[in-house]
């Protein structure tokens, strides 16, 4: 849910990496197979490359992984609001998220925001491009061990955010975050994370480029499809 305008002030105050997580261990999938959900933060520095954290591992790449979903991004704001909800302590990692992230509006981020990572300072930083919201799924939910974890989850509409990795180097919990550059067509992840409540002209605009993710672009497409939500 949107925060209010003292806490986006605060938000974007001081951005920085608050956590950064790699897989710890696999995780049987149901008789499924391995996933590699059980993340941990690890010290830094950790180096990134076009499919991800070096000590990462993709298993199931048809759903997960790959140039489109290099790195998950989790706001450790809605980290927290989760924290309150289960009624449990919530440590970095536990979403298979690689990146917990501290003053970053991750669901208002629009699809296409590039963010720089890193101190210019300290040599080349890492050049991250916001590319989808995460879908949750049932290896979320029996990971979790919370019922009914799908349904709340997309409830609550903090999805997080899959990122690319246009410029690779070195990442580190304290990494300050800048974000750089947001495309026109304004659409963020929490909007297309609800697709149908979104105006079509914006959702159409949102996927129009050449560089769109084919996961979203059919995501989006059977939204519009279906046409909007009633009232």
Partial sequence: MPDGDGAADQRAAHPVLEAVCVMHAPVSDRGKGDTAIDKRAVPGPVAVATLGLAGD??????????????LYAYAGEDKDFW?????????AGVFGENLVTRGVDVTGAVLGERWVVGDPA???PVVLEVSMPRVPCATFQAWLGEAHWVKRFTDAA?????????????????????????PAHGVTIGEVFRPRRVDPDRLRAAIAGDDVPATLVAWVTDALRL???RP
């Fill in 57 to 70: 591992t993709q298993f199931d790449t048809a759903n997960h992984g790959g140039r489109d979903q290099a």
């Fill in 122 to 124: 300290g040599g080349q």
């Fill in 227 to 229: 046409g909007p939500v």
């Fill in 158 to 182: 903090r999805p997080g955010a899959y990122l690319r990795v246009l410029t690779g180097g070195l990442l580190r919990a304290g990494d300050p975050v800048a974000v750089v550059d947001r």
């Fill in 83 to 91: 924290a309150g909800e289960l009624a449990r302590p919530l440590t």
